[in-house]
């Protein structure tokens, strides 16, 4: 998995991206994660076991509300930059 900061050329100072990897639609009983970026899927497919129904085209999924926020905190905890969600 990639770090989510940047090496600035010249200087070696990081810069924060600041780019959103997965925007999280709340819809009260189920839960929308919309993933941006590779970083996202790769996120995903490595970490989150997920029934082909829940799959809402190549890179939306969707799951019950209990789960929404562990994956997002799960998200954020490997440096995902998460919109949405609460």
């Known amino acids: 998995m990639k770090n989510h900061a940047e090496t600035v050329k010249g200087k070696g100072a990081k810069m924060a991206k600041s780019k959103t990897d ?35 085209g190549d890179s939306v999924f969707a799951c019950e509300h209990r789960c929404g926020p562990d994956l997002v905190d799960g998200m954020r905890g490997a440096g995902l930059a998460v919109a949405g969600g609460r």
């Open 22 to 56: 997965v925007r999280v639609l709340n819809g009260g009983t189920l839960w929308q994660f919309h993933l941006l970026t590779p970083d996202a899927k790769e996120w995903v497919a490595e970490s989150v076991s997920i029934e082909p129904y829940m799959w809402q």
